[in-house]
């Protein structure tokens, strides 16, 4: 009878270790779960796919949401009016400063918005850009014949520049995108691209951008020194904790946020949706993990942080740090999101959901991720929002 019950305490024994293993691994595999808290209406994502556009296509994302917020009328609008207009001013400073500045399909949400001011807009079904055989954006080429082009005219090869080297830049952007449109009908009304963006009632002056970084004054613009940034735009400087105040504000008065930021550390995981800052020097662990955590590599140690099987305990961010990876070329200016909700995961910690410009398919969030707090604090480069998202007290030290 002893027998027949220590060999019933054994299976049972087993079982439950079985089961709590089985446990174990359900909870590794299930990885991240995340709870939308706060979503801003927004329009659908989009498809930037093989070019530098995506300051364009985040930035006139941007602009749809505040239209559905200010009209509740929905828009889609075309990224290429931005681009064409951008490359062929961006030529003129090119020629002017002999070269001396960064030429290509990069820009900023400055950018987007001083179309707008300057040219207005048009709608995405009026001009898409494709005119080049391909269903989706594919402008390498283009952008090397471009290069190309300008470096051609600064060599000045005829000792003075030709009067019509402007109207032949524009040429071919015209050849790859499609010739500008004059006139248009939209919803059965005849417009100009100016009458169509001051119809749609978005005012470019209604929106600024900010950053934070030590090593400038607070509450001042400056031109921020990034190569995207032709234009030398100011931007407005404020304290870090102010930064994320302004980004918690906005989403949680109904105002969605364009981020500008670098999608290239290790912690941003495309594949996984979700992107984070892990703190390898305290990692969530107790006990016996603690002890074979001490045991591992280097390299161990950065693949198990880097496996995103869950939620990790993350590095604090202060401002020295975040200067600190910015004079070392750690974070530069790389892409351009739109932020547009807020969640926590299953631990209670908060992140950013980020609407992303890469299309949707074989995406796990169908083309959005998950940026934790800590990696927004590190990795932005710069947000643009509309002044009445900024909390009272710091538009009042900005003069906003």
Known sequence: ??????????????????????????????????????????????????????????????????????????YDLSEMFCVNHTYSDKAIKYVRLHGNLTFGSGAEFTDVFRVWKLYGMVPDSVYNGLDYGEKLPVQGEMDEVLKSYVEAIVKNKNRKLTTVWHEGFDKVVDTYLGDLPENFTYEGVEYTPRKFADMTGFNPDNYVELTSYMKRPYYKEFAIEIPDNWLWAPIWNVHLDEMMEIIDNALENGYSVAWGADVSDKGFSWKNGVAIIPDETKPDLTGTEKEKWETLTKKEKQKALYSFNGPEEEKTITPEMRQQHYDDYLVTDDHGMHIIGMAKDQDGNKYYKVKNSWGTEGTKYDGYFYASEAYVKLQTIGIAVHKDAIPKQIRKKLGL
């Open 1 to 74: 009878m002893k027998s027949i019950l220590w060999l019933f305490m054994a299976v049972l024994f087993m079982g439950t270790s079985a089961m709590a293993q089985d446990t174990t691994k359900t909870k590794k595999e299930k990885g991240y779960v995340f709870t939308d808290e706060i979503i801003i209406p927004h329009t659908s994502v989009k498809n930037q796919y093989r070019s530098g556009t995506c300051w364009s296509f985040s930035g006139l994302s941007f602009i749809e949401s505040e239209l559905m917020r200010i009209s509740g009328k929905e």
